[in-house]
């Protein structure tokens, strides 16, 4: 796709409404303590492990779409990048508002309320779950490259196929006969509903088929990160990141597979870089 078929802030039709369930889930207000707690803390760290080695020197221009309550916004703010965070979620800005160094606002994925070739980098750690029309996914990623500079890094995170699978048999939930049908159709379609009753509205991807979107939106795909590993699947995982000297341990087994294709669909979240062409 070249520059001059991305459609441009102006010109871009309003983005169909975000879905009630999906804004009446995180209006709950269990997103921030979600990633900060627990087992949850692996993908924060191994999401700021990741990032760190790949975002260009401070100060540069970082737009965190989708970004929540500025989880990941709060710590690229005190590193010293210019953050700017944009979500639909009326709590999630007032949250992020409140953070030191970062500028929040509404905002939509599919409509980006940023000029043309204005940041350096355009991290999407949310929204592509949140789109189960790849339509919507390739016109997210589109807004993504309108708003990068040219050699700008786009980052977007996904969430794996069989993730709700794996994790239901971690929790012994799978040998429940309706858990299982509803469990085994998500890892047949990748579509996750709302009678599952643990999330919201959200697309469940094999982590081939992210290149590809970024593709057809213009970006140059340059590699993909699984986040979790299989570490997040073990019973102890917990106790483990309670631990300095296992955490570290953790984090280095995770980090040594993270691009090892045969393992990316085992991770919960995968990380998918590319780039605008210079």
């Known amino acids: 796709m070249s520059s001059s078929s991305v459609t441009t802030e102006n010109s871009s039709p309003e983005p169909p409404a975000v879905p009630e369930e999906i804004l009446a889930f995180y209006a709950q207000g269990n997103e921030d303590a979600r990633i900060r707690q627990g087992s949850g803390r692996l993908e924060f760290w191994r999401t700021q492990d990741v990032l760190r080695r790949l975002l260009p020197a401070v100060p540069a221009r970082v737009l965190d779409v989708g970004g929540g309550s500025g989880v990941h916004a709060e710590w690229l703010a005190r590193d010293g990048y210019e953050v700017e965070l944009v979500d639909p979620v009326p709590l999630h800005v007032d949250q992020a508002r409140r953070l030191p160094g970062v500028i929040a606002r509404i905002g939509d994925a599919r409509a980006l309320p940023a000029e043309d070739a204005s940041r350096d980098v355009v991290l999407m750690l949310g929204p592509l779950y949140h789109l189960p029309e790849r339509p919507d996914r390739v016109r997210a990623l589109a807004e993504a490259y309108r708003v990068v500079r040219p050699g700008g890094l786009v980052v977007a995170a996904t969430i794996n196929r069989h993730t709700a699978l794996h994790g239901l048999l971690r929790q ?40 590809a979107e970024f593709t057809e939106a213009g970006l140059v ?20 990141l309670d631990d300095p000297e296992r955490r570290e341990a953790v984090m280095s087994a995770t980090r040594r597979i993270e691009s090892e294709p045969a393992l990316l669909g085992a991770s919960g979240h995968v990380l998918t870089v590319g780039r605008r062409r210079p």
Do not use: C, I, K
């Open 172 to 211: 012994e939930l799978y040998f429940d006969p309706a858990h299982r049908a509803r469990t085994d159709g998500v890892s047949t379609h990748g579509r996750h509903g709302t009678d599952h009753g643990t999330f919201t509205t959200a697309y469940l991807a094999e982590p081939t088929e992210v290149p």
């Open 221 to 240: 795909p340059e590699g993909q990160y699984g986040l979790e590993g299989v570490a997040w699947l073990m019973g102890g995982v917990e106790q483990w």
